[in-house]
């Protein structure tokens, strides 16, 4: 089945058709022949950071399903199972979690990851030990995805003892130490700067601790959601990792939905990858059903980090199946798409 | 560590710190009362090393901000993991010059220029903290810390909980709080009120040069997130501090006046206002105890403790707001612990319930005052 790919004009046009009138046309998609990065460079003499800002509205891959896998010779055949039990694991969990919350085994608030596992394998597979992952309450596939147990996480969500944080953070505040999962938080945009913080401790321990890890700077990854994209500690932490080019990719999951508020109701731009260069960093936009896209994509970012060039924002859209949480109504979605990122890798 | 209301059972029945050394270089050193001078005494404590209790050397003045930089920079010599997070605290040299010359010293990444995000980089404190490093932050002003309470609440305070124990944030925030001279009223707040019910917080104040360098460095080496009250006017106060290293216990409370009659609560800037009622209590004929209590949660209700079963009457002074202020913390503490031992209501002075007024005389009408601290006594000791 293809995933077909999604591009800002998709954003677009709901919004355009709503209110009648004319926008203005979307940055183009690539980057150094347009006119308008010709426009940054010209304009961006005496700014260094504009000058190499630059919006990537991409599709890594084409739409067609053959030339994505002759583009990805790199992907074996031992990765790729790799990623699809990644994902098998990270979607039964969350189904049993539903069944036991129905059941009245699991209790308060449960936010399940059905429809986004392409962007927790994606990214976190990429990831050693050694580099952090922050996330929000919607984190027990990234949980699994760095490698936290199953056992554990499903223990934790119990309120056992045997859970990773025994019994005293629970769905929304999952962490282990060993694995580097610094939280589970629950109020949004919240993580944000602690993940900064860890990216801080990363480029501190290169610099001024001078302990170096082989492969470079320990990079951290910091999820949220759109609906955070519009909250301040986003902004203040893209401009404080952009200024000291600290070692961390901020993961955008945008399912354009914030409960019950769409993206595009809540938000003047929706398109958030262009919010990165304003803050002098890459903005990629990445469709976040499929899995190799998103691989390709976090490689990228995340080696760029790790040789210490600092953050990249990167946009993933992609979609929940369920609700908010289990405790979430959700009358007010239509799903209208038909994209499975787990049958996607499948073929 | 016991907590402000922690009922009759938990009462620590030891001095707290009774047994602990600090660690790495730094022994506890007891000063001698002649080094400190004037009337404050500290009262000897039964492990107290004696080989300790004479300093060698006369000491050396500063100032208190001086006294906190002596910390600072000592504390960054020793353990490189230390740095320092803040608004101007790195080419500015800090507001109040706590980190002048740090940057120089130490670099440009230990000694971070923050841009004005307090959450955020209130925040990043957390997480750098959760990975190995021992930040402080600054607010230049207490108050702007508002700002930060999200991350102050939820992350400073109950990460180490939340992760069932796997993180520790050994955090410091500090800055200047408290009504100076007619800053306004955004600029005078007093935010231990607000800070004292999160859970997993540690508050302390200090309000000498040589408790400020003392509590500075315990917070500093503590394994706790650690609030560090300073005070905007106590900053130039000067004092001859030892030349040798010292650490001071934060969970202690400090007596800066044994007495017999009624024992004075209170902490940072009211201390002074206390100790010139004292003059005057003195000429009138009272004997007031007055302590110090600094560590403003917990309380140490050990030294609390025996000086009300010695006095039987207590006033608390402060400069918070009188509702859910500190004293009223402290109250409901002496209350479920002491009240067998009380002949009198608990007394508690604090400042008004109102914002600071611009004006000087609304200004100091709204700061509990000696003379309201004389007449209190007097009341008590009727």
């Known amino acids: 089945m293809a995933a077909a790919s999604f591009t800002a004009a998709k954003f677009l046009a709901p919004v355009a058709a709503r209110s009648g009138g004319e926008r203005a046309p979307p940055l183009p998609a690539g980057a150094s022949s347009s006119s308008f990065a010709r426009a940054l460079r010209r ?305 | 560590m016991a907590t402000a209301s922690s009922l009759r059972a938990a009462v620590p029945a030891t001095a707290p710190c009774a047994g602990l050394r600090s660690t790495s270089a730094a022994s506890s050193v007891r000063v001698a009362p002649a080094a400190r001078g004037g009337r404050g005494r500290l009262v000897a404590k039964a492990d107290a090393p004696s080989s300790a209790t004479a300093s060698k050397s006369d000491g050396h003045e500063l100032l208190l901000f001086e006294a906190l930089r002596e910390a600072l920079i000592e504390e960054m010599k020793l353990d490189p993991t230390v740095c320092v997070f803040g608004e101007d605290v790195g080419h500015y040299g800090g507001s109040y010059k706590v980190t002048k010359g740090l940057a120089d010293m130490f670099g440009d990444l230990r000694v971070l220029d923050t841009p004005i995000a307090e959450n955020s980089f209130t925040g990043m404190g957390v997480g750098a903290g959760m990975k190995g490093l021992r930040p402080v932050v600054e607010g230049m002003n207490m108050g702007f810390l508002l700002l930060a309470y999200n991350q102050i609440s939820n992350n400073c305070g109950m990460l180490h909980y939340t992760s069932g124990g796997q993180f520790k944030i050994p955090l410091v925030i500090r ?63 000067k004092e001859k501090i030892p030349d040798e290293e010292y650490v001071l216990c934060l969970e202690e409370a400090e007596m800066v006046r044994p007495g017999e009659h009624v024992t004075i609560l209170t902490y940072s800037r009211m201390r002074y206002h206390v100790m010139q009622a004292a003059k005057t209590l003195v000429n009138k004929g009272y004997d007031p105890e007055v302590i110090d209590i600094r560590s403003l949660k917990p309380f140490d209700l050990h030294t609390i403790g025996n000086s009300i079963k010695k006095t039987h009457r207590v006033l608390i002074v402060e400069e918070c707001m009188r509702t859910g202020g500190i004293g009223a913390s402290l109250r409901s503490a002496i209350i479920d612990n002491f009240w067998d031992y009380l002949d009198a209501p608990i007394m508690c002075l604090s400042s008004q319930d109102v914002p600071t007024p611009y004006a000087s005389t609304l200004e100091d009408a709204t700061v509990v005052q000696p003379a309201q601290i004389v007449a209190a006594v007097e009341q008590i000791c009727q």
Request: neutral net charge.
């Open chain 1, 43 to 347: 304009g961006g003499a005496h700014h260094p950071r504009l000058r190499t800002a630059l919006a990537v509205s991409s599709d890594v891959l084409a739409g067609n399903k053959a030339q994505a896998a002759a583009a990805h010779p790199a992907v074996t055949r031992e990765e790729a199972l790799e990623l699809y039990e990644d994902m098998v694991l990270g979607r039964v969990f969350e189904d049993m979690c539903a069944q036991m919350y129905y059941r009245g085994k699991m209790f308060g608030f449960v936010h399940l990851y059905n429809g986004q596992e392409a962007v927790s394998t994606g990214f976190i597979k990429l990831l050693n030990q050694a580099d952090c992952v922050v996330s929000t309450y919607r984190d027990h596939v990234h949980a699994l995805s760095k490698g936290v147990p199953a056992r554990s996480v499903m223990a934790e969500l119990f309120g056992k003892a045997t859970g990773c944080c025994r019994g005293q953070g629970g769905s929304m505040h999952m962490f282990s130490a060993p694995h580097n999962l610094l939280g589970g938080f629950a109020f949004i945009g919240e993580g944000i700067p602690v993940a900064t913080g860890a990216a801080f401790a990363a480029k501190y321990r290169h610099e001024v601790l001078k302990q170096s890890g082989p492969d470079g700077l320990d990079v951290t990854l910091a999820f949220f959601g759109d609906g955070t994209c519009n909250n301040g500690q986003f902004f203040e932490c893209l401009n404080m990792a952009q200024l000291w080019k600290l070692p961390i990719v901020f993961v955008v999951e945008n399912n354009l939905w914030a409960i019950g508020m769409s993206h595009l109701r809540a938000t003047s731009d929706p398109e958030i990858y262009k919010k990165g260069p304003a803050f002098g960093m890459p903005g990629v936009h990445v469709d976040g059903m499929d899995v190799l896209k998103v691989r390709e994509v976090a490689k990228e970012a995340i080696e760029r980090a790790r040789r210490g060039e600092g953050p990249t924002l990167v946009e993933c859209e992609t979609y929940r199946f369920r609700g908010h949480s289990l405790a979430d109504p959700d009358e007010l979605r239509k799903p209208g798409k038909n994209y499975f990122p787990i049958s996607a890798l499948l073929h």
């Open chain 2, 175 to 237: 800055g200047p709080g408290g009504v100076g001279r007619q800053l306004g009223a955004e600029h005078s707040q007093r935010l231990e009120s607000y800070f004292q019910s999160i859970p997993g917080l540690q508050m302390v104040a200090c309000s000498t040069p040589y408790n400020a360098k003392g509590l500075m460095k315990a917070a500093i080496r503590s394994e706790n997130p650690v609030v560090l009250f300073e005070h905007v006017l106590l900053y130039n106060l």
